[in-house]
Nanobody, 120 residues
Framework: QVQLVESGGGLVQAGGSLRLSCAAS????????MSWYRQAPGKQRELVATVASGGNTNYGASVKGRFTISRDNALNTVYLQMNSLKPEDTAIYYC??????????????WGQGTQVTVSS
């Protein structure tokens, strides 16, 4: 079992920056994918960014070039650096860990979420 705790959310003005952190209770070196998702009121949850165990990253089209996902394996923490924030970035941001075992078992873990509000 892996517990995930997000932090770093808050209220910022458009054009500002914010860094989110996701602390895991266990080592993340063997986690297949660490990801950030977000969900705005009345909308579906969407993928923001993903980093694979091998280091490959992927970003949603709406945040590409503005957000950067990274991880510190020594601290069991994944980060989301958000720059040039827009009002449409306002949402609850969730950390996700997707674990794939060699014998075929998969596990999906979610944090409690952290609120990000961007004012115009």
């Amino acid at each position: 079992q892996v517990q995930l705790v997000e932090s770093g959310g808050g209220l910022v003005q458009a054009g500002g920056s914010l860094r989110l952190s996701c602390a895991a209770s266990k080592s993340i070196t063997s986690i297949s994918y660490m990801s950030w998702y977000r969900q705005a009121p009345g909308k579906q949850r969407e993928l923001v960014a993903t980093v694979a165990s091998g280091g490959n990253t992927n970003y949603g089209a709406s945040v590409k070039g503005r957000f950067t996902i990274s991880r510190d394996n020594a601290l069991n923490t994944v980060y989301l650096q958000m720059n040039s924030l827009k009002p449409e970035d306002t949402a609850i941001y969730y950390c996700n860990a997707y674990q794939l075992r060699a014998w075929g078992a998969t596990h999906d873990y979610w944090g409690q979420g952290t609120q990000v509000t961007v004012s115009s």
